[in-house]
Each structure stands twice: as C-alpha cells, then as structure tokens.
C-alpha cells in the first residue's frame, strides 16, 4: 500500500485555468518581452508562479542598480554584493502585494521542498511523493535496463535505516511508468467525481488525526517530565531569591 500525494495534477489545473481565463502573467502585466524581438510570456506555469514566490517586490521590497529602472531578484543581488561589496545595489519600497509573513512561509515550504527542477533531467512525478503504508519511510526512485524502466523502492528496504536489528520492509517493488499512469487515471477520476474526492479528502484528513493521536501518545510522558523538570526549576529559584533575602545584612 502506497500514499499519493495528488497535489501537484490539482496544481497544474490551476494553472491552465488561469491560461485559459486570460489572467495576464507578470511579464504580460509589466510587457517584458523573452529576447529583443520574442513576445511576453502568456502561459502561466510553476516557473512563474516561482518567480512570484521567490521575488523581494511581491512583499513590498524590489533592488535597483545606479538607477536602473530595471528591477532583479534578491538573489542576483546578494550574487553581485558577494563579487563586489560596493556595486550600487540598493533596495527600495514597494506596495505590498503578499504579506510578507506568508511570503517568508512560503520560503520555508520551497526550500524545504524535494528539490530544484532540472530541465535536462526532470524528476518523475511522484518522485519524493509516495510514503509506504507499512513502515511510513518515503520511496526512492531507482532505474532498470540501464536507466530504461524507471522503479521506486522503499527506503525500508534499505540496511542502513535498519542498523539496529530491526526487520526490514516487505513492500514490494513498484514499476514507476505504471503506477504514475494509475494514479493519474485516479486523480481525473475523483476530479470527475465531487462525491468520491470529498469521501478520499475525508479519508485522508482522517488518517491525519490518527497519526496526530499518535504523536500526542508519544509526546505525553516527554510533556510530563518536561512539566516537572519547570517545576523544580520555579522551587529551586525561589529557595535561592528566599536564601539570599535571608542571608542580607539588615539595612542593605
């Protein structure tokens, strides 16, 4: 038994509707041009949105150099400052379009993420997405015929997450060409159904309260030794400040 997560087809439906609805693209809102002579770019796509996620201005700072009214990246900036400390950088307002917490939340969540995206060599979808339904390690990808059929592992399988003796996982072998297929065909299937993808969210929020029961049982006892471990801290402190008042000469 495998998990899914089926958040990146949802993902891309977005994107195609905002294509579709004729939502101008950053590049279309400001008429940058890809080239000298190319065209704005009018297909939203997770590269855009990236842009969005990672560029200062959309929570209200943008740089500027010498008076370049051009804007750029924080990171082209902090490159440039990094080669030369004294290059014209400076940073500027800008009206706030996201909050900048969110924005910073954001950040977390990207770089926590499972990686960059390679053009050259783009990792399968379900890469870094599928966590095994018996011992709950992520799956690995792996390749057979010399690099041909594509597989993903558990990691469970692997000695080295079981050096302390512990049995390793039983989950079997999964062709990645045939499960991708299979959960693609799942997820067009609940999208055309409200009915069942209400029942699999519920299933899934479901499974999330569970493990979130489970954590709390391991959690308690770490929680009650912490508890008492304050309390002696909050006794030993007030012996000391009475032990000190006590040992004061009077009139001090």
């Not at 029942?199 to 493990?211: H, S």
């Amino acid at each position: 038994m495998v998990t899914v997560n089926p958040a990146r087809w949802v993902r891309l439906g977005w994107l195609r509707n905002f294509t579709q609805l004729g939502i101008p693209t950053p590049s279309q809102f400001r008429g940058v041009h890809r080239g000298k002579k190319g065209k704005p770019v009018t297909q939203w796509s997770e590269t855009t949105v990236q842009r969005i996620l990672t560029h200062t201005a959309y929570k209200g700072t943008n740089y500027f150099w010498r008076g370049d009214s051009v804007p750029v990246s924080q990171e082209r900036v902090e490159r440039a400052k990094a080669t030369n400390p004294n290059d014209g950088w400076y940073a500027v307002d800008f009206p706030v379009i996201i909050d900048p917490l969110l924005w910073e939340k954001a950040q977390e969540k990207r770089v926590g993420a499972r990686g960059g995206f390679n053009r050259k060599y783009p990792k399968p979808l379900l890469a870094g997405r599928i966590n095994c339904g018996l011992c709950q390690h992520a799956y690995g990808i792996g390749y057979y015929n010399t690099g041909k059929t594509l597989v993903f592992k558990c990691n469970g399988r692997l000695k080295k997450n079981h050096l302390d003796g512990s049995p390793r996982c039983t989950s079997p072998i999964l062709y990645g060409e045939a499960l991708t297929e299979e959960v693609k065909s799942r997820i067009v299937k609940l999208l055309r159904s409200p009915e069942q993808m209400r029942t699999a969210i519920e299933e899934y929020v479901e499974t999330l309260e569970r493990r979130k029961e489970e954590l709390e049982t391991l959690l308690s006892p770490i929680n009650e030794q912490l508890s008492q471990v304050q309390e002696k801290q909050r006794r030993l402190a007030n012996i000391y400040l009475n032990q000190g008042a006590l040992a004061r000469p009077v009139g001090s």
